[in-house]
């Protein structure tokens, strides 16, 4: 049974709002965008993984987490993970357009584009025995030595894949279902509630990938970031603010709560924590008091004494 699914990164929410905040003509804007594609590139590859095992119902006992990640001293991440009593199993789908080659010596992984540009990436090979291990010494503090495979995952049944290594097991999406249903297992090593509990064990340890804030990762400096409230709906229109809410100075959208996607913005793009005089600024309201009223009112916990009073926004730190 699934007992994690997948959500949409929030990651590609914060690409698109560093976008969104930025001048059409700044320097980055070509680099953002480039790892915003590929971000939802690879989403939709998890996409389509998921899809294939829809409708994945084995002759054997499983737990299934979508979108699993630890963070350090591990840093794991992992599209899915399919734990059954006998193994773990970890699957890494690519979704990477061109003909796709795979080098040794050192190894790679190369695309070569319909107009012969080749671009590099570090061999998914690699990166999955480099996850089996931390994997291994992850689940040694639970107790568990379940032997560890990894399967790669080819987004698009039509890729041409060469070169690949005798043994690397690499698939199709398509073929991905019948070849998990069909597994010869070893003896199982775990009992059924041992294996529940394992996935359990997985789930609590299970920490989001957390890549913010973003704008220093791009050198962005906070003065490049435009402030104020952006309509949601034309994406283009400052809002201003009336007594209980905000309306938009280009297609006259009126709403109560667009600051709420503002504030979470701020999290992403600038930094974890945010005082009264920095919210009024960049959300634009009148005094501190008001500033201060409103922190409060939208998920956000104040830390340190009064002089030095900052606010985290729980939400992004679950």
Request: hydrophobic share 35%.
């Amino acid at each position: 049974m699934i007992i994690k699914y997948r959500e949409k990164p929030a990651k590609i929410m914060g690409y698109e709002a560093l976008l969104k905040r930025i001048s059409p003509t700044h320097p980055k804007r070509a680099t953002i965008k480039n790892t915003l594609n590929n971000a939802r590139a690879g989403f939709g590859g998890e996409e389509r993984l998921d899809e294939a095992l829809d409708y994945f119902d084995p002759p054997y006992a499983y737990q299934l987490i979508q979108d699993f990640s630890l963070p350090a001293p591990y840093k794991i991440q992992v599209d899915t993970v399919l734990i059954t009593q006998s193994c773990v199993i970890l699957l890494e789908v690519k979704n990477i357009t061109g003909k796709l080659q795979f080098k040794q010596n050192p190894s790679a992984l190369h695309s070569i584009l319909a107009d012969g540009e080749i671009k590099s990436y570090k061999s998914p090979i690699t990166q999955m025995n480099e996850t089996a291990m931390r994997m291994g010494k992850f689940m040694k503090t639970l107790g568990c030595n379940l032997p560890i495979s990894s399967i790669i995952v080819i987004a698009h049944p039509s890729q041409i894949v060469e070169n690949a290594p005798q043994n690397a097991r690499i698939l199709a999406v398509g073929e991905l279902n019948f070849y998990l249903s069909n597994l010869n297992l070893p003896k199982p090593i775990l009992s059924i509630e041992q294996l529940y509990q394992l996935g359990h064990s997985f789930l609590a340890a299970h920490q989001s990938y957390q890549p913010f804030p973003l704008a220093p990762k791009f050198q962005i400096e906070q003065s490049e970031i435009e402030k104020g409230v952006f309509c949601p709906r034309c994406h283009f229109g400052e809002m201003t603010r009336t007594k209980v809410t905000w309306e938009c100075e280009t297609c006259r959208l009126i709403s109560k709560n667009a600051h709420t996607e503002t504030l979470q913005e701020w999290f992403m793009l600038i930094k974890s924590t945010i005082n009264t005089a920095e919210c009024r600024d960049f959300i634009g309201l009148k005094n501190l008091d008001i500033a201060k009223r409103f922190l409060l009112n939208n998920n956000c916990q104040p830390v340190g004494g009064r002089k030095h009073r900052k606010y985290i926004y729980q939400p992004l730190h679950k």
